[in-house]
């Protein structure tokens, strides 16, 4: 027939375009630029604290003494050797000859002399001042020979000097380095677009090998989204510390892009402000450890990346002890300790966050978590220079968010002006005797009373080691060492064209898998429905089907256009560039007319091809397969519970309308309780599921999902309580639908008939009455299956559940347009073809429909 061959040649054209894909034309590259979340306050490394600093200038600009290779180990650098004398009080490095700075100024011991006493000096704002002041002082042996002198043992001083805190710099520019930086590194910087970028260009008198690459563009972009979209559109080829872990799945897919995901040094804490009641009660730290459960917030603030922590440690680090059981999530302990530290009914704080995806996720999270101990959050975002400012300057906050990502940064609890406001002598004592232990087996066993220390006193919650996610483009080769302070090497980076020319011609997709599935269903059913209705039947419903969808096509674009919001400005912000948003409107096809961009998207969707996302820059039709592996489950699951209680409400209430005054009570008994299912808010009942089932009973998780790949149980453990909270508003509108039904079946004279032959009214409502009472109950569970694929937005929310709900909440916020409109549309489809196959069920149940009468 017509319309099969049609459907099939549809299926398979969008197939052979999802097997499809197109090698980029090769090129020589020697310019790169990539993307940075944070902007730098300035450019001098041993001036200020933020991580934002080194990021940009460390190795590239300025080198130290030494670098801390792969593991943490010590290797030569600007040094090419050294000494240690007998009792550990003398450092003598032997300097690399013909070093100079990048303005000509030459390197020698005079230099390393001032550079590190710059660092100790009074006035020094040196963000490692307190391990560099262990040095006493400096003496220059020789122009290539310096001695470095300390006050006692200090068995950290050459990993500290590896750090970007101790780098070189030189008398003669070292008052201008923090917006004119000088170092000695194979990068100087030739131009900072304040708020845009930095470019870095080759050092031409760089004293070692020189870099493959010409230059270096580090660009600014602090949303997740538009960092994705910069990735996607080409605009940069690489992103150290890619601030989305919602995008990491549909990178790694992404033959263009490899992907590094890793521990890094970033402990991430719930900062407490131990100078500050109450939490200068360490009964009332202990009870927010226990308040706070680390797996929920990895779940729904880091999409399951992350490394639960139970001190100031990371996992990756020899000397690691494992203290995350010392808390576990338990409100009941949480509030038997407030009530003991004189909190009963608890109190009320605010919770500074900063404007970083991770900590305004993780932020609304813990002001749940804690609200169940007692305890009230009030959140405020500060941005990053008011959190320097007032939190890390002014120690003004009660708590806040933050990953604390230097390497070996245990020593900050020993700080007394340092923001947590810890102070604690034992500790300090535990630091004196790991400074002063040189054996690496000794060490070991301070830093494992280092970390049950500051566990034990609760300093912080310790949350979660923050992962390191490296995204670059697939043909960038040595650019990523898993160091404990250098996230790339610029100075070995390089272009493989070869790697970067071998884009994978992709097998089909999930999205395309996903459409032979479905494809296969509606093939399968409008096949029996021919056999049973004929096929002008089916072809009628077709066309009013194809009529629907173009409708809704039309209305769904039209309704879009008039949203607030340019998407490109979203993407870039408010202070882009004329130029480039210009360019990312054309890459985006948004400088073209409205009717020729609906032709086109509507071409696009009769090929099976939804479209790139805005943001993502991915293919629309993967964004929500990859989003259907949650909330189709979840759907099906809550339409199997809503129709084993409607069957059992419905089936009880009947039996007992038809018994007389005695089954009259159990009938109003149950309209009623099918009343109240529907009465109550599918959100509302969400929560109060969380809070007495997960919270209260710890049956199951309060939000979050582990995947697939964690195995089925626990899969399906996760979406118990939303589907729950889903089918029971569907499941009351379905009872009372099948319970009228029923009723009015039992009056049909077949039934009379059924029971003159012997059968019980039970059996007769079951064999006779349920199967042709189901007739009309088929299109209510039709409806009921449509709204719940299309309305589970806000239970998706309730549970941190990514799906097609999440999907469309945060395509809004983003203004990606194309991915609104492809989902909405494919929801319309799924309403239209629910509708579709009801319709055939009900012409195979009843042939009658099929010739246009009722019965």
Same mark, same amino acid.
Do not use: C
């Given at each position: ?21 197109? #090698? ?39 080198? &130290? ?34 070093? $100079? ?19 100790? %000096? ?37 990993? !500290? ?132 459960? $680390? ?127 810890? $102070? ?20 070991? %066993? ?30 960038? $080769? ?45 093939? &399968? ?14 072809? &009628? ?26 998407? #490109? ?48 820059? !991915? ?65 509302? %009942? ?71 032959? &012997?059968?019980?009214?039970?059996? #007769? ?11 009309? #109950? ?78």
């Amino acid at each position: 027939m017509a319309w099969t061959t049609f459907l099939t040649r549809l299926v398979k054209s969008a197939v052979m375009l999802a097997a499809l894909a197109a #090698a980029p034309a090769a090129w020589a590259r020697d310019t790169i630029t990539l993307g940075l979340q944070l902007e730098p306050p300035g450019l001098d490394p041993t001036a200020e604290a933020s991580a934002a600093i080194p990021a940009v200038v460390f190795p590239t600009v300025f080198e &130290g003494l030494v670098h801390l290779g792969v593991g943490g180990t010590v290797q030569p650098l600007l040094a090419t050797d050294w000494t240690v004398a007998p009792d550990g009080l003398t450092y003598t490095f032997h300097l690399r000859p013909g070093v $100079r700075f990048q303005d000509g100024t030459g390197f020698d011991a005079e230099t390393v002399k001032f550079s590190l006493e710059r660092a100790i %000096a009074p006035g020094s704002t040196n963000p490692q001042k307190v391990a560099l002041s262990h040095i006493d002082h400096v003496n220059v042996l020789d122009p290539l020979t310096a001695a470095i002198h300390l006050k006692a043992p200090y068995g950290s001083l050459l990993q !500290v000097l590896g750090w970007p805190a101790a780098v070189m710099v030189s008398p003669a520019s070292a008052a201008g380095n923090v917006t004119h930086p000088v170092g000695t590194g194979p990068y100087t910087v030739a131009d900072w677009q304040r708020g845009n970028a930095v470019t870095l260009a080759r050092n031409p008198a760089y004293w070692g090998p020189a870099p493959h690459l010409a230059s270096v563009t580090y660009r600014f972009i602090a949303d997740p989204a538009a960092a994705t979209a910069a990735l996607k559109a080409g605009d940069i080829q690489g992103f150290p510390a890619f601030p989305a872990p919602e995008a990491i799945a549909a990178l790694k897919a992404d033959p263009r892009y490899t992907v590094d995901v890793a521990p890094s040094e970033g402990e991430t804490l719930l900062a407490l402000n131990n100078r500050r009641p109450p939490f200068d009660n360490v009964l009332v730290r202990r009870a927010l450890s226990h308040a706070v459960d $680390r797996q929920a917030i990895i779940q729904g603030a880091m999409f399951g990346y992350g490394d639960p922590i139970g001190s100031h440690y990371p996992p990756q680090n020899a000397g690691y002890v494992d203290l995350t059981g010392l808390y576990p999530h338990d409100v009941a302990k949480a509030k038997a300790l407030l009530a003991q530290a004189g909190y009963p009914h608890g109190f009320t704080a605010t919770l500074r966050v900063l404007p970083l995806p991770y900590a305004k996720r993780a932020a609304e999270i813990i002001a749940a978590q804690l609200a169940e101990a007692g305890v009230t959050v009030v959140l405020q975002d500060v941005e990053w220079a008011t959190w320097i400012s007032q939190v890390y300057g002014g120690h003004d906050y009660d708590m806040t968010i933050v990953a604390h990502v230097e390497p070996m940064d245990y020593d900050i609890y020993g700080r007394d002006d340092y923001y947590f406001g810890y $102070r604690n002598p034992a500790y300090k004592a535990l630091l004196a005797r790991l400074d002063a232990t040189v054996d690496q087996a000794q060490r070991l %066993a301070v830093l494992g009373d280092i970390q049950r220390t500051l566990a034990d006193d609760a300093v912080n919650v310790f949350l979660f080691e923050y992962p390191y996610f490296g995204v670059w483009d697939a043909g960038l $080769r040595d650019i990523w060492l898993p160091t404990p302070v250098q996230l790339v090497d610029l100075a070995t980076a390089r272009f493989d064209e070869a790697g970067a020319d071998a884009a994978a011609a992709g097998g089909l997709s999930s999205a395309g898998a996903l459409a032979w599935l479905l494809s296969l269903a509606v093939l &399968g059913a409008v096949a029996l429905a021919a056999a049973k209705a004929g096929p002008r039947y089916v072809a &009628g419903r077709l066309a009013v089907l194809l009529l629907t969808l173009l409708a809704a096509s039309l209305a769904i674009f039209l309704v879009l256009q008039v949203i607030p919001g340019d998407p #490109a400005r979203v993407m870039m912000g408010l202070s882009a560039d004329p130029a480039a948003l210009a360019v990312l409107r054309h890459q985006m096809g948004l400088d073209v007319p409205a009717p020729q961009r609906y032709l086109a998207w509507l071409a696009g969707l009769a090929r099976g091809d939804f479209g790139l996302s805005y943001t993502y820059r !991915v293919d629309v039709g993967r964004l929500m397969a990859e989003r259907l592996a949650v909330t189709l489950p979840l759907t099906l699951y809550a339409v199997l519970l809503s129709t084993l209680l409607a069957v059992a409400l419905g089936t009880l209430a009947a039996l007992g309308a038809m018994r007389g005054r005695q089954g009259n009570v159990v009938d109003a008994l149950l309209n009623g309780v099918a009343q109240l299912l529907i009465a109550v808010p599918n959100f509302w %009942a969400g929560t109060v599921l969380a809070l007495v089932f997960a919270a209260g009973l710890h049956w199951f998780a309060a939000g979050g999902f582990p995947g697939w790949g964690g195995g089925l149980l626990p899969a399906l453990k996760a979406l118990t309580l939303p589907a729950i909270a889903l089918a029971a508003p569907q499941a009351g509108i379905l009872a009372r639908v099948l319970r009228g039904e029923l009723v009015e079946q039992m009056g049909q004279d077949y039934v009379r008939t059924a029971r003159a032959k &012997g059968l019980s009214l039970s059996q #007769a409502l079951l064999r006779h009455a349920l199967p042709n009472a189901f007739v009309p #109950a088929l299109t209510i569970l039709g409806m009921q299956f449509s709204f719940l694929l299309a309305g589970g937005i806000i239970i998706e929310n309730v549970f941190f559940l990514p799906g097609l709900g999440r999907l469309v909440f945060q395509a809004v916020a983003q203004r990606d347009l194309i991915v609104v409109q492809g989902v909405t549309v494919g929801l319309v489809f799924a309403v239209v073809v629910v509708t579709f196959l009801v319709d055939l069920a009900n012409a195979a149940v009843d042939p009658r429909l099929t010739r246009g009468r009722r019965p």
